[in-house]
Nanobody, 124 residues
Framework: QVQLVESGGGLVQAGGSLRLSCAAS????????LGWFRQAPGKEREFVAAISWSGGTTYYADFVKGRFTISRDNAKNTVSLQMNSLKPEDTAIYYC?????????????????WGQGTQVTVSS
C-alpha cells in the first residue's frame, strides 16, 4: 500500500511559478515510476509529467515542455513538480500517482495509487 499527499498548490498570477510536492509512504517508493496528472473542471484527468524510478528519465506532456520540471528524492520519498511561466489554462487540481509496473507512463489507467490532489489556480 502506498499513500500519497500533495502540497504546494495555490493562487498565482499568469507568468508566475509554483512548486508542487508529493510525499509518499511505503518502503518500495524508489522502485516506482511517479507521475503528475491534472484535472480541470468539466475535463478529463490528463497526463502532465512522469519520472522513472532512478530519476534518469522524464516524460512530459507537450503543453508543459520547457515550463515544468519533475524531480524526485528517493531518500525523502518525495516527488516534485516545478511549474514556471504558468498560464490560466494550467488551472486544475494536480494529482501525483504511482505506476508500479512502469508501463504506459502517459496513461492514467496504468497508475495504481493516487493522492487527494492540490488545487492550482492561475489568474490572468
Amino acid at each position: 500500500q502506498v499513500q500519497l499527499v500533495e502540497s504546494g498548490g495555490g493562487l498565482v498570477q499568469a507568468g508566475g511559478s509554483l512548486r508542487l510536492s508529493c510525499a509518499a509512504s511505503g518502503r518500495t517508493f524508489s522502485r516506482y515510476v511517479l507521475g503528475w496528472f491534472r484535472q480541470a473542471p468539466g475535463k478529463e484527468r490528463e497526463f502532465v509529467a512522469a519520472i522513472s524510478w532512478s530519476g534518469g528519465t522524464t516524460y512530459y506532456a507537450d503543453f508543459v515542455k520547457g515550463r515544468f520540471t519533475i524531480s524526485r528524492d528517493n531518500a525523502k520519498n518525495t516527488v516534485s513538480l516545478q511549474m514556471n511561466s504558468l498560464k490560466p489554462e494550467d488551472t486544475a487540481i494536480y494529482y501525483c500517482a504511482t505506476n508500479t509496473r512502469g508501463l504506459y507512463v502517459r496513461t492514467k489507467g496504468a497508475y495504481d495509487y493516487w493522492g487527494q490532489g492540490t488545487q492550482v489556480t492561475v489568474s490572468s
